[in-house]
């Protein structure tokens, strides 16, 4: 393209590349938070944006400022308790939150020079700048509430606007680069098929918040509690969310089943004898949203797993994060996959598959 010239080049190549840092942060970030809330750490460092009053947290308690000495909790001695691994585990987590801060500033400086050939990729980034520091305040509310349960769950519940900005400026990104064929048939049903999915994601994940808020309820009012014991203590909602599971692991296979049926497999040759296995990795590689949806499929398998794991082993503190993760990589994977749609071909197209699209 013409205007692809000098600084404004640079710029443009190199906002693909930032726009998926980010996304890729954000995946760790939330790994990092998931940690924070299944560690307990969330009040390692009791203010924000220091830690203790210091930029660089203390490593033991002889380091800390009096003042914060005497607000520290009591042990069973009486003596004052102070948790390094907690504190350091919660500043890990806010250096990775200000990091994603930093490289978002970077991203909207690189997509200014789409300003006037793809604005909504400008816009895009500018959204997830803004949406990192609201979320970025409302961890420091989470704070100054000490946990409040739904403070916690709108904070968990930010990061999805800030992967749907991303995500939103990669696609229109990858786009602008490689066009998509226009006015391609669609496949019939498909697009109420992956809005089906995509709202029982969004119930399901709300089921998994409300369980979460029973916990640290469950947590905060019963003395002693047993983590063996949690999910026998947490309400009915827990058993609905176990079996909703399977509602979108059931509405994924269909999915996959109605792509892979419409996909047209001799058109680049004459052999009609490839194996099902033979179609199934040329899907993959050539079909955009058959890949997304079936990476999708693998994910909530390995949700349920993880699921699995929680409900059996006592609740184990490593699993918590990965569930929460992996939650937020489903997301991601079907914005990715609706953003994918327009770019289906079924059997009555003449456009070659192998030019859909690429993560950039």
Same mark, same amino acid.
């Given at each position: 393209?013409? $205007?692809?010239?000098?600084?404004?080049?640079?710029?443009?190549?190199? +906002?693909?590349?930032?726009?998926?840092?980010?996304?890729?942060?954000?995946?760790?970030?939330?790994?990092?938070?998931?940690?924070?809330?299944?560690?307990?750490?969330?009040?390692?460092?009791?203010?924000? %944006?220091?830690?203790?009053?210091?930029?660089?947290?203390?490593?033991?308690?002889?380091?800390?400022?009096?003042?914060?000495?005497?607000?520290?909790?009591?042990?069973? /001695?009486?003596?004052?308790?102070?948790?390094?691994?907690?504190?350091?585990?919660? /500043?890990?987590?806010?250096?990775?939150?200000?990091?994603?801060?930093?490289?978002?500033? @970077?991203?909207? $400086?690189?997509?200014?020079?789409?300003?006037?050939?793809? %604005?909504?990729?400008?816009?895009?980034? =500018?959204?997830?700048?803004?949406?990192?520091? !609201?979320?970025? &305040?409302?961890?420091?509310?989470?704070?100054?509430?000490? #946990?409040?349960?739904?403070?916690?769950? #709108?904070?968990?519940?930010?990061?999805?606007?800030?992967?749907?900005?991303?995500?939103?400026?990669?696609?229109? /990104?990858?786009?602008?680069?490689?066009?998509?064929?226009?006015?391609?048939?669609? =496949?019939?049903?498909?697009?109420?098929?992956?809005?089906?999915?995509?709202?029982?994601?969004?119930?399901?994940?709300?089921?998994?918040?409300?369980?979460?808020? *029973?916990?640290?309820?469950?947590?905060? +009012?019963?003395?002693?509690?047993?983590?063996?014991?949690?999910?026998?203590?947490? %309400? &009915? =909602? @827990? /058993?609905?969310?176990? *079996?909703?599971?399977?509602?979108?692991?059931?509405?994924?296979?269909? +999915?996959?089943?109605?792509? !892979? *049926?419409?996909?047209? @497999?001799?058109?680049?040759?004459?052999?009609? *004898?490839?194996?099902?296995?033979?179609?199934?990795? $040329?899907?993959?590689?050539?079909?955009?949203?058959?890949? $997304?949806?079936?990476?999708?499929?693998?994910?909530?398998?390995?949700?349920?797993?993880?699921?699995?794991?929680?409900?059996?082993?006592?609740?184990?503190?490593?699993?918590? %994060?990965?569930?929460?993760?992996?939650?937020?990589l489903l997301f991601g994977l079907l914005c990715f996959a609706w953003g994918s749609y327009d770019e289906i071909i079924s059997d009555n197209s003449s456009v070659n598959l192998k030019q859909q699209m690429v993560i950039p």
């Amino acid at each position: 393209m013409k $205007y692809l010239n000098g600084s404004n080049s640079k710029l443009k190549n190199k +906002t693909g590349l930032l726009f998926l840092i980010c996304l890729v942060w954000v995946y760790l970030v939330i790994l990092a938070g998931g940690t924070v809330r299944a560690t307990g750490a969330g009040l390692g460092c009791p203010d924000w %944006p220091l830690c203790f009053g210091q930029l660089v947290p203390p490593m033991s308690i002889n380091d800390l400022p009096e003042k914060w000495i005497n607000l520290l909790p009591s042990d069973s /001695y009486g003596e004052p308790s102070f948790n390094p691994v907690h504190t350091w585990t919660e /500043y890990i987590n806010r250096l990775l939150g200000a990091l994603l801060g930093i490289f978002c500033i @970077f991203l909207v $400086y690189s997509a200014r020079s789409f300003v006037k050939v793809r %604005p909504s990729i400008f816009w895009f980034a =500018i959204g997830a700048l803004l949406s990192v520091g !609201f979320n970025g &305040w409302l961890g420091s509310l989470v704070v100054s509430s000490e #946990l409040k349960p739904i403070m916690v769950s #709108l904070h968990m519940l930010g990061a999805f606007a800030v992967q749907a900005f991303l995500i939103a400026g990669i696609l229109n /990104y990858r786009n602008f680069h490689s066009p998509a064929p226009a006015k391609l048939k669609k =496949i019939k049903g498909l697009k109420f098929l992956l809005i089906l999915l995509f709202l029982s994601l969004l119930v399901q994940i709300g089921l998994g918040i409300q369980i979460r808020e *029973s916990i640290d309820w469950i947590i905060k +009012t019963t003395e002693q509690v047993e983590r063996a014991n949690l999910i026998q203590l947490v %309400p &009915w =909602i @827990f /058993y609905v969310h176990r *079996s909703f599971s399977w509602m979108i692991f059931l509405l994924a296979i269909f +999915t996959l089943f109605k792509i !892979f *049926s419409n996909i047209n @497999f001799d058109r680049q040759s004459n052999d009609t *004898s490839r194996s099902y296995i033979d179609n199934f990795f $040329y899907a993959l590689k050539s079909n955009a949203l058959f890949k $997304y949806v079936f990476m999708f499929f693998v994910l909530v398998c390995l949700q349920m797993f993880i699921g699995g794991a929680l409900n059996h082993l006592d609740f184990p503190i490593s699993a918590q %994060p990965i569930h929460l993760l992996a939650a937020n990589l489903l997301f991601g994977l079907l914005c990715f996959a609706w953003g994918s749609y327009d770019e289906i071909i079924s059997d009555n197209s003449s456009v070659n598959l192998k030019q859909q699209m690429v993560i950039p």
